[in-house]
């Protein structure tokens, strides 16, 4: 399993990558993350605390964007429980 964090979209609510106004599939927005889907990886992503949510963002706060990417990886994880044990951690920009 691969959670992958998100670059800086701005700290705004809309901002959040679940409140993009063009959704479109994963696959087409990032060839990085359709090469590790095509390779078999499930692939999840955050919009981290407060972003799309009530609450503050904490932007550039390790603590709790990391607790964010590995939240994805346990709601994932209750979603379909077959999903592997093993985690890779990346991410690009803020998400780094």
Do not use: K
Request: aromatic share 6%.
């Amino acid at each position: 399993m691969v959670t992958w964090g998100h670059g800086t979209t701005g700290i705004g609510d809309g901002c959040a990558p679940t409140r993009n106004d063009n959704p479109q599939d994963v696959t087409t927005i990032d060839p990085l993350l359709q090469r590790w889907i095509a390779a078999g990886y499930a692939v999840v992503r955050t919009d981290y605390e407060g972003l799309g949510t009530p609450g503050t963002h904490p932007y550039l706060i390790g603590r709790p964007e990391g607790r964010a990417m590995l939240d994805a990886v346990r709601a994932a994880r209750r979603f379909d429980p077959a999903l592997s044990n093993r985690v890779i951690i990346t991410g690009h920009s803020q998400g780094a």
